[in-house]
């Protein structure tokens, strides 16, 4: 894996594009039920294998990106959806949305 890839400096894999990308599966419905989280459920839209997954904005970016300090961070990240906590930084995926994105 590069060790040179800064995900605040990226943001690539939030912003897929495509609606329905970044899913999110059951458990995740049920530890944010459990934590009070219903703002984040009310945000879900369908996504694809009739999973839920995180809305996105007409930009295609997901409507949890961005926070007052940085761009690229996340707005939920202390809760963040289990497809986002495995997501690996430097994989064949994070490289490719990279360079979709136009970051080499």
């Known amino acids: 894996m590069p060790e040179n890839l800064d995900c605040l400096a990226c943001g690539a894999c939030c912003r897929t594009g495509h609606d329905g990308r970044i899913l999110v599966p059951a458990e995740d419905l049920v530890r944010w039920r459990r934590l009070g989280r219903e ?31 940085s761009a690229n961070a996340c707005a939920v990240y202390d809760v963040r959806g289990t497809t986002c906590r495995e997501f690996e930084r430097g994989s064949r995926q994070c490289l490719e949305f990279r360079r979709d994105f136009g970051i080499e």
């Open 39 to 69: 703002d984040l459920i009310a945000q879900l839209q369908p996504g694809h294998f009739g999973e839920a997954a995180f809305a996105t904005r007409e930009d295609g970016s997901c409507v949890h990106l961005g926070t007052p300090e």
